[in-house]
């Protein structure tokens, strides 16, 4: 069996960026769902929804690349850390699903829709707190040996995982509310520069109820009379006191970006400095990274992969936020606009033909195909077999991805979502050329 090797200086750079961008970068915007169950304002709700939906699923990428970093750099964590922690694992994930939801279908939607707009801050609250709760399991410690989880399925909950997932609605707070004053105007604009101040001081007095509380809740012990320690954490720690009294002038005053990139200097710190603390111990009391780590080969190949990977996630990330640059405005719904062309009677009204049933039949077997080979070949790797699966399996998927594409044509078909002409208002059915209906 392979040993673990000391991970490259690199590896756990790649592991830092990660985990740090999506704190950063996704927080704001899961601190913004949370703000709109706070606001009563219908159409600041709607405005907040249609801001987060430019950089939402930009934000959430980083989270799958620390994933696949930790997966395949630190095993001996994951071993540990996931049969400890999978009930709110697994409600954070359903939370991020309805999440997308609530936020897609309300942007799609014309009005706004009071069920979308809670779904959507909902779950944004539900996914702030399973993530504080997984982080306080982690850092108060979980019942271990060898490397093996040997605690119960309530061994995530402690008090200083409650504490933790408390702080962290509050940070995640004050960057939703400094990422609404730099992104909004009017009414908008007001309401999130009156709640920055509130917000900061709750989440000064989260950061130093939780720094407190970890040399408590913690098994291990803290080497702070080692100097470079001592020196980086002080360090961390004082810019993150600098970030905060910058972001609590700049809320309410020009220019708008200040306690957005102050809140964010502090985030950034704070992480850094709690790597300070508790590096090398990745999950308490005593599991290292020389531990946790994989073999020296797996590193090399994740730092080449995901290295080659994360500046794509980057410019991404980049030119979203050069594209919605500037304060948001809403544009009115427009209807659609006739035609200047004068009509002589010679225009002839386009009409889409309609796909041929076979081109229909053969693509969506293909699909299907597809999809049971994407099964079968991820069972087959990831699931540690050597065979396929099963053929009733592949029977049953199948069928019900047929089924379900038969279902929803006949629904959409009655819906009259298909095979509608194009051209102007007077070419739809039962609309006469100026737009009146008989």
Same mark, same amino acid.
């Given at each position: 069996?392979?040993?673990?090797?000391?991970?490259?200086?690199?590896?756990?750079?790649?592991?830092?960026?990660?985990?740090?961008?999506?704190?950063?970068?996704?927080?704001?915007?899961?601190?913004?769902?949370?703000?709109?169950?706070?606001?009563?304002?219908?159409?600041?709700?709607?405005?907040?929804?249609?801001?987060?939906?430019?950089?939402?699923?930009?934000?959430?990428?980083?989270?799958?690349?620390?994933?696949?970093?930790?997966?395949?750099?630190?095993?001996?964590?994951?071993?540990?850390?996931?049969?400890?922690?999978? =009930?709110? #694992?697994? !409600?954070?994930?359903? /939370?991020?699903?309805?999440? +997308?939801? &609530? %936020? $897609?279908?309300?942007?799609?939607?014309?009005?706004?829709?009071?069920?979308?707009?809670?779904?959507?801050?909902?779950?944004?609250?539900?996914?702030?707190?399973?993530?504080?709760?997984?982080?306080?399991?982690?850092?108060?410690?979980?019942?271990?040996?060898?490397?093996?989880?040997?605690?119960?399925?309530?061994?995530?909950?402690?008090?200083?995982?409650?504490?933790?997932?408390?702080?962290?609605?509050?940070?995640?707070?004050?960057?939703?509310?400094?990422?609404?004053?730099?992104?909004?105007?009017?009414?908008?604009?007001?309401?999130?520069?009156?709640?920055?101040? =509130?917000? #900061?001081? !709750?989440?000064?007095? /989260?950061?130093?109820?939780? +720094?407190? &509380? %970890? $040399?408590?809740?913690?098994?291990?012990?803290?080497?702070?009379?080692?100097?470079?320690?001592?020196?980086?954490?002080?360090?961390?720690?004082?810019?993150?006191?600098?970030?905060?009294?910058?972001?609590?002038?700049?809320?309410?005053?020009?220019?708008?970006?200040?306690?957005?990139?102050?809140?964010?200097?502090?985030?950034?710190?704070?992480?850094?400095?709690?790597?300070?603390?508790?590096?090398?111990?990745?999950?308490?009391?005593?599991?290292?990274?020389?531990?946790?780590?994989?073999?020296?080969?797996?590193?090399?190949?994740?730092?080449?992969?995901?290295?080659?990977?994360?500046?794509?996630?980057?410019?991404?990330?980049?030119?979203?936020?050069?594209?919605?640059?500037?304060?948001?405005?809403?544009?009115?719904?427009?209807?659609?606009?006739?035609?200047?062309?004068?009509?002589?009677?010679?225009?002839?009204?386009?009409?889409?033909?309609?796909?041929?049933?076979?081109?229909?039949?053969?693509?969506?077997?293909?699909?299907?195909?597809?999809?049971?080979?994407?099964?079968?070949?991820?069972?087959?790797?990831?699931?540690?077999?050597?065979?396929?699966?099963?053929?009733?399996?592949?029977?049953?998927?199948?069928?019900?991805?047929?089924?379900?594409?038969?279902?929803?044509?006949?629904?959409?078909?009655?819906?009259?979502?298909?095979?509608?002409?194009?051209?102007?208002?007077?070419?739809?059915?039962?609309?006469?050329?100026?737009?009146?209906?008989?």
């Amino acid at each position: 069996m392979p040993t673990p090797a000391a991970a490259p200086p690199t590896l756990w750079a790649l592991v830092l960026l990660s985990l740090g961008a999506y704190v950063v970068l996704d927080g704001y915007d899961l601190g913004v769902g949370m703000l709109s169950l706070l606001d009563r304002d219908e159409r600041r709700r709607r405005e907040y929804n249609e801001l987060i939906a430019t950089a939402w699923d930009a934000n959430e990428s980083w989270i799958i690349l620390a994933g696949v970093t930790l997966w395949a750099g630190l095993p001996g964590a994951y071993a540990t850390v996931l049969p400890g922690v999978y =009930p709110p #694992l697994i !409600a954070m994930l359903f /939370a991020v699903i309805l999440r +997308g939801m &609530g %936020l $897609e279908f309300q942007s799609a939607s014309g009005t706004y829709r009071r069920g979308w707009g809670l779904l959507f801050g909902g779950a944004s609250l539900a996914v702030t707190l399973c993530q504080g709760l997984v982080i306080g399991a982690v850092l108060s410690g979980l019942p271990q040996r060898d490397g093996h989880f040997t605690g119960d399925a309530l061994a995530w909950l402690t008090p200083y995982s409650v504490l933790c997932a408390l702080g962290l609605v509050c940070v995640y707070l004050l960057a939703g509310a400094a990422w609404l004053q730099d992104k909004t105007e009017g009414t908008a604009h007001a309401w999130a520069a009156r709640l920055g101040r =509130p917000l #900061l001081g !709750a989440t000064a007095v /989260a950061a130093l109820v939780l +720094g407190f &509380g %970890l $040399e408590v809740a913690d098994p291990q012990r803290f080497h702070f009379e080692q100097p470079l320690r001592a020196t980086l954490f002080w360090l961390a720690a004082a810019a993150a006191a600098v970030c905060g009294a910058v972001a609590w002038y700049g809320f309410g005053r020009r220019p708008d970006w200040r306690p957005f990139a102050a809140v964010l200097g502090a985030e950034a710190a704070g992480l850094l400095a709690l790597v300070a603390a508790t590096v090398p111990v990745v999950v308490s009391p005593s599991l290292t990274l020389s531990e946790a780590s994989s073999p020296h080969g797996s590193q090399v190949f994740l730092v080449v992969g995901v290295g080659l990977c994360m500046p794509f996630v980057l410019a991404y990330n980049i030119y979203a936020w050069w594209v919605f640059r500037g304060k948001f405005r809403e544009s009115a719904r427009q209807a659609p606009a006739a035609t200047t062309a004068p009509d002589d009677g010679t225009a002839v009204p386009f009409t889409p033909r309609p796909e041929s049933r076979v081109v229909v039949l053969v693509r969506r077997t293909l699909l299907t195909l597809l999809g049971v080979l994407l099964a079968a070949v991820s069972q087959d790797i990831f699931g540690g077999e050597s065979t396929w699966v099963d053929p009733l399996g592949v029977a049953l998927l199948a069928g019900t991805a047929l089924v379900a594409w038969i279902l929803g044509d006949r629904r959409d078909g009655r819906l009259g979502e298909y095979d509608l002409p194009g051209g102007l208002p007077g070419d739809l059915p039962g609309v006469l050329p100026g737009g009146e209906r008989p």
